[in-house]
């Protein structure tokens, strides 16, 4: 039965045995000129053949930019039995290639090469559709280059088993990413637990993380399995990972070291296999030369890293994700706001979002709540007047007044009930209280923030 397939052939002239043979098995064949570069058109198969003449630097120097951008596809090179030797071409080959054959062709392993290739290329493609499908599901959206890049990132890191990295301001979604990398790994069926480092005091976050036995301390009435334990065969998140002491450091150093855990109060180490994502938004190369952070933990913890850009630094998802979010809200308290006004996509796209995502989602709740018409305007939003942040100088200064907004709304949409306002801006209930103390706010449910 032919192959249905289609086969890429770059090459100027090309090479009419190559093209018969290819032909002859049911292939249909484009080639395109290598001269074209970058911008040559044409279809963009799984599978591609590269028909090397005598070795040209300048001719594999075009050709390697061409197939820089055609990353999806597999390349196959044919080359002469001289030209193979050549330091040019086999550096070609090993750089772009899944395999390669030497001329006179042997039709028949050709033709096996390259039903392989469009085999491989088959199965990877269902797989990264599963991918993509679980990060609709459990990650943010968009459509700007920054994002697009995190998307193909997250494709390659998330399979391997091996710890990761994620760097990013407050707000920027660094837990959705990482339950996207859990989601998508070989773990997504096992526990995914989460840990904020920054919510519980030193002495509380050694037992939570490592467990404890019965009497080890001061009311453990009875032995308590750690947070490292529970993940056992999953993943752990480590939020705010640049926060925890030097104690705490060491400890987990061991863990990533020896997979070992033992409890506070206990005698014997247990083996447990969890995979370790880290997330922070202190700037840990900074900490590690102040002294503030191991450096063998942060080379531990540093293998596979993904950074996530601020809102600002992505202007094309800002209305992007506003209409997620109304259309969220729209379906769970069937609110009658049917979109933004122009004035508003103007005021949101110029706005700097200090608070990142999370300022974003908390604005367009509370404008869905407040708006009088059926579109949401600028002053719905808080964009305009003297509360508006994007009139602040200092960039410090506004993330503060974002964070304390933020809190302010969530315990006024939950009449003051602390343990939902902390479910609804995604901290613990300690962290909801840290952040009350620090923004000196009074657990209010109606007028604006008030400060104690």
């Known amino acids: 039965m032919a192959v249905e397939n289609i086969t890429l052939l770059v090459g100027g002239a090309g090479d009419e045995s190559v093209v018969s043979t290819v032909a002859d098995a049911g292939w249909r064949v484009h080639e395109i000129d290598v001269e074209e570069g970058p911008s040559a058109s044409g279809p963009r198969p799984a599978v591609g053949l590269v028909c090397i003449p005598d070795p040209d630097p300048g001719w594999l120097a075009r050709v390697h930019r061409l197939v820089e951008h055609r990353q999806q596809t597999d390349w196959i090179a044919v080359v002469s039995r001289d030209s193979v030797t050549d330091p040019w071409v086999r550096e070609f080959i090993a750089l772009h290639c899944v395999d390669y054959h030497t001329t006179p062709l042997c039709p028949q392993r050709l033709r096996f090469a390259l039903g392989h290739a469009a085999g491989m290329a088959a199965l990877v493609a269902q797989n990264q559709g599963a991918v993509i499908a679980a990060e609709e599901r459990h990650s943010f959206v968009g459509r700007s280059p920054a994002l697009l890049r995190i998307r193909r990132d997250l494709k390659k890191i998330a399979p391997v088993d091996m710890p990761v990295l994620i760097t990013g301001e407050t707000g920027t979604g660094k837990e959705l990413v990482a339950r996207t990398v859990h989601h998508v790994s070989r773990r997504r069926d096992q526990p995914f637990v989460a840990v904020n480092c920054a919510a519980m005091p030193p002495s509380l976050i050694h037992a939570e993380l490592f467990g404890f036995e019965k009497g080890a301390f001061t009311g453990a009435h009875q032995r308590r399995v750690g947070h490292l334990e529970a993940a056992g065969g999953g993943t752990i998140f480590l939020d705010e990972i640049g926060d925890l002491d030097a104690?705490?450091?060491?400890?987990?150093?061991?863990?990533?070291?020896?997979?070992?855990?033992?409890?506070?109060?206990?005698?014997?180490?247990?083996?447990?296999?969890?995979?370790?994502?880290?997330?922070?938004?202190?700037?840990?190369?900074?900490?590690?030369?102040?002294?503030?952070?191991?450096?063998?933990?942060?080379?531990?913890?540093?293998?596979?890293?993904?950074?996530?850009?601020?809102?600002?630094?992505?202007?094309?998802?800002?209305?992007?994700?506003?209409?997620?979010?109304?259309?969220?809200?729209?379906?769970?308290?069937?609110?009658?706001?049917?979109?933004?006004?122009?004035?508003?996509?103007?005021?949101?796209?110029?706005?700097?979002?200090?608070?990142?995502?999370?300022?974003?989602?908390?604005?367009?709740?509370?404008?869905?709540?407040?708006?009088?018409?059926?579109?949401?305007?600028?002053?719905?939003?808080?964009?305009?007047?003297?509360?508006?942040?994007?009139?602040?100088?200092?960039?410090?200064?506004?993330?503060?007044?974002?964070?304390?907004?933020?809190?302010?709304?969530?315990?006024r949409r939950t009449g003051g009930n602390a343990s939902r306002a902390a479910r609804l801006v995604g901290v613990s209930r300690a962290t909801l209280y840290r952040l009350l103390d620090k923004h000196k706010l009074v657990r209010v449910a109606v007028g604006e923030p008030s400060r104690k």
């Open 247 to 411: 104690e705490l450091q060491a400890l987990l150093l061991r863990f990533l070291e020896l997979k070992a855990v033992r409890r506070v109060g206990g005698r014997e180490e247990m083996t447990v296999d969890a995979r370790v994502v880290a997330a922070t938004n202190v700037d840990l190369e900074a900490a590690v030369k102040s002294g503030r952070f191991r450096e063998d933990l942060y080379y531990r913890l540093n293998v596979l890293r993904l950074r996530l850009p601020p809102l600002r630094e992505r202007p094309e998802d800002v209305e992007v994700l506003a209409q997620v979010f109304l259309d969220q809200y729209a379906r769970e308290q069937s609110s009658r706001v049917a979109g933004f006004s122009r004035a508003a996509i103007a005021a949101m796209c110029s706005h700097p979002w200090p608070g990142n995502v999370r300022e974003l989602l908390n604005r367009v709740r509370r404008a869905a709540v407040m708006a009088e018409g059926r579109l949401i305007t600028p002053e719905d939003l808080h964009l305009v007047g003297e509360g508006d942040t994007v009139g602040a100088l200092n960039l410090e200064d506004a993330r503060e007044e974002a964070e304390r907004l933020t809190v302010h709304e969530a315990l």
